[in-house]
């Protein structure tokens, strides 16, 4: 049986994290996760304090396992969503691309275990200087915002760092392999956003979930050609990964011209989501997206993610040693 660090600091069954997507991990996911006995996270960041204080609720009419809410916390408006999930004392309040150290000392004041989510080893020496109770490294082929360190050298450099900090690993893990891959790196479980995007719980529009499930391992880009159109809330040293299509074989690596005529392209982007136009609107996945192929439900994923990490743990391991 898979056991971790993890396991114990969260007091989960398997070292599984549904990732805090915004606008997809809503409560729905992350009590079919948590209830499967994995670590659910809402996308705290998605609507406003009240509706945040919704979803915490909603999950625990669901389910009484524990969870938690992830936050972009680079975005105005962050301290009122943190101050909702701590009156609401969830079991742990995630934080990305942003120095966690402001936030360590009132969730542990409120019995509440603070998680930081990193893209680069300085980012990760600080989080762990600040004193956060786990730490999740992750790769560029993450979906969504990310960095662009990849996987295979940046967890076990992050692991190198930070002491006796459990690390989770981020990015490019939709299976079993994944998952026994980077326990081997050091890391004490898997965070996954973009298998989860295509369960049948996660929120959502079906178009944005059905171009994921289609969509091959080479059909992904990091660009900031969005986040320059929408004026979007993140730091220089991340870009957002998403689906390859006509907006980003335009704009991809062109930010002057994106700057110049950011109305103008922010307003097509919010027209194509609206009509569903993948061509135009982002649809934000990792290059997991290849090894995806339909929508299921999560607690099937996460079983089938833990038993196969299990399996193959083990018949690797007699294959290859002699
Ligand atoms: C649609 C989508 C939305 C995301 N939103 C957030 C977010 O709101 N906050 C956050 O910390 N990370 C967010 N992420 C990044 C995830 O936390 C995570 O690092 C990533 O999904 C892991 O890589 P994978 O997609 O290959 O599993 C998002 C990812 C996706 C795919």
Redesign the pocket.
Known sequence: MLYTRVCELLGVECPIVS????G?ATAELVAAVSAAGGFGLI?G?TAGPEWLREQIRMVRERTDRPFGV???SSAPGVEALVQVALEEQVTAI?H?FVDPSSYVDAAHAAGVKVLA?VQTLAGATAAARAGVDLITA?GT??????GYNASLPFVPAVVDVVGDIPVLA?????DGRGLAAVLMLGAEGA?????F?TSREAGGATWAKAAVVGAGTDDTVLTRAYDIAQNAPFPQHVGGRVLRNQFTARWHEHDDQVLARREELAAEVLAAEERGDTQVAPV?????AGLITAIEPAAEIVRRIVTEAEDMLRKRTAQVLR
């Open positions: 990732a805090p997507m915004v997809r996308g960041s992830g936050f972009i995630s990305s989510q992750q082929e993450a979906g969504g915002h990310t981020a990015g490019g893990i939709a965070w996954i956003g973009t298998r995007l934000y996945a990792g290059s997991a």
